[in-house]
């Protein structure tokens, strides 16, 4: 899945010592997958920072979870586990919680000031969730919060991403001659010298069909495929 981040700069290497405490799902580098959203987010940062802003692409391999083993919690919608889970991370007395990566809706400015008078006593937990449930738009957003949930992202290189139709037909060959994951392709396709070749300018590999790259990936990896 295709995910954004809005910062005033691009954020090509991910450091989570860098993200700040208190925010919704915790201290952690997060993600959505609307645009419109991280746009929002990066003329935001930008005018804080006085730059113009950036989107940063990345990404996710949502299935490959299992793989690293990781714990995941997710919210659907606005609710009671999601309120109190935000609540939890927001506080000043707020801990770190057991999760590699939180998914759910995101607590922007004005629910942000309900959730000040739900804790001052102005409005109910239930009263609170009524309004949550119809007054606010949809909104997403993914927290990574452990460098070992940093494996499911990639930030995509714009000049790499032009390439597409190349990477997907030797991943898709990869896939079928070699009978492994699609995961397990594009990690050794994306970690491979012979993709590092192809998005070298210097090299002249873009301009050729995307057979010679694939010929020397089995080279690389000293694969004999059948014919």
């Not at 109190?84 to 919680?97: C, E, G, I």
């Amino acid at each position: 899945m295709r995910v954004y981040h809005g910062s005033y700069i691009e954020i090509p290497v991910i450091d989570l010592t860098k993200c700040e405490a208190g925010k919704d799902f915790g201290s952690a580098f997060y993600v959505t997958k609307f645009r419109e959203q991280a746009e929002y987010w990066a003329k935001r940062k930008g005018k804080k920072y006085n730059s113009e802003g950036f989107v940063s692409e990345y990404e996710y391999f949502e299935n490959a979870f299992h793989q690293f083993n990781l714990k995941i919690l997710c919210f659907e919608n606005y609710n009671e586990e999601w309120l109190n889970f935000v609540v939890a991370n927001r506080s000043s007395k707020a801990v770190s919680h057991e999760y590699d990566i939180v998914e759910g809706p995101v607590a922007n400015d004005d629910i942000s000031v309900r959730i000040l008078d739900y804790l001052d006593g102005k409005v109910t937990k239930a009263d609170f969730l009524e309004e949550l449930k119809f007054k606010y738009q949809e909104s997403h957003q993914i927290a990574f919060c452990t460098v070992a949930s940093l494996q499911m992202l990639e930030w995509i290189n714009k000049k790499a991403d032009s390439y597409y139709g190349v990477n997907d037909a030797i991943i898709q060959s990869l896939i079928k001659e070699k009978n492994i994951t699609e995961e397990k392709a594009v990690d050794l396709y994306f970690a491979s010298k012979a993709y590092k070749q192809l998005i070298d300018e210097t090299t002249g590999l873009s301009t050729k069909p995307w057979e010679n790259v694939y010929e020397l990936l089995k080279k690389e990896l000293n694969i004999d495929f059948p014919s």
